[in-house]
């Protein structure tokens, strides 16, 4: 039986490879697969290209499955559910997936880098207050430390950066901070009303009372605005 040796791999630049690796090199002679039951209870056995029962083994502890290869194809389905894959004895690599993961990985933070280099000084105050940075730290140490957080985790970045309720999430920690809200026994409170249990509740009802909001933002801002009074239910 025809397997791609890691020299020839170098070779097939177009092929799809899928690399099985056993976990140890160590004193490996060969590994014969048998037949066996999948999840299901289904009993799988080996076919080759022309449907005929064959004994699979490999005599190297790492092979390489052309997926452009019909006969490679049938190995792979054949080995995707076997008990020592499963178990991790053998790694199944689609190593075409892996490349196009890294691909998208480095294109993914390079994306970032560059957000995050153009970020405003407001922006990257507002930023950090989402990430629980130290606050008295200068600019450059906040900045840098976006970008290094959008380099090792470009997702993360984005949907931090590009969160529609980012202002008002920033307004909730500050207005906690102030003590314009409150936060115990895992509620948090405006006056002595429970408006939530999680920011995220938070957020709703703040965005429901838009009145009360307002008069939150105004005393941020240190003006004296008389409260709202919230209406009784």
């Known amino acids: 039986m025809f397997f791609l040796t890691i020299k020839q791999k170098k070779m097939e630049a177009k092929s799809r490879l899928v690399r099985y690796e056993y976990y140890t090199h160590r004193n490996f002679n060969f590994f014969e697969f048998a037949n066996y039951r999948d999840k299901t209870g289904k009993i799988m056995t080996y076919k080759d290209v022309n449907g005929l029962n064959q004994t699979l083994r490999f005599t190297s502890p790492v ?16 080995l995707k559910s076997y008990p020592a894959v499963r178990a991790g004895e053998w790694k199944r690599t689609d190593l075409q997936a892996v490349e196009e993961k890294q691909t998208k990985n480095t294109l993914d933070s390079a994306r970032a880098i560059i957000v995050a280099a153009k970020m405003t000084d407001s922006e990257v105050k507002d930023f950090s207050i989402l990430r629980g940075y130290n606050m008295n730290s200068d600019m450059d140490t906040l900045r840098a430390k976006i970008i290094m957080m959008a380099q090792t985790n470009a997702e993360q970045f984005m949907e931090v950066q590009f969160n529609p309720d980012k202002d008002l999430e920033v307004f909730l920690l500050q207005a906690l901070k102030a003590n314009l809200l409150n936060y115990r026994n895992n509620t948090y409170f ?30 941020m801002r240190g003006e004296q605005t008389p409260k709202k009074k919230l209406a009784k239910k």
Do not use: P, R
Not at 63 to 78: A, P, T, W
């Open 63 to 78: 092979m390489l499955l052309d997926m452009n290869n019909e006969g490679h194809v049938l190995i792979d389905e054949f």
């Open 190 to 219: 405006y006056n002595k009303e429970a408006i939530g249990t999680s920011k995220s509740q938070v957020m709703v009802w703040l965005k429901k009372n838009q009145d009360i909001l307002a008069i939150l933002k105004h005393e």
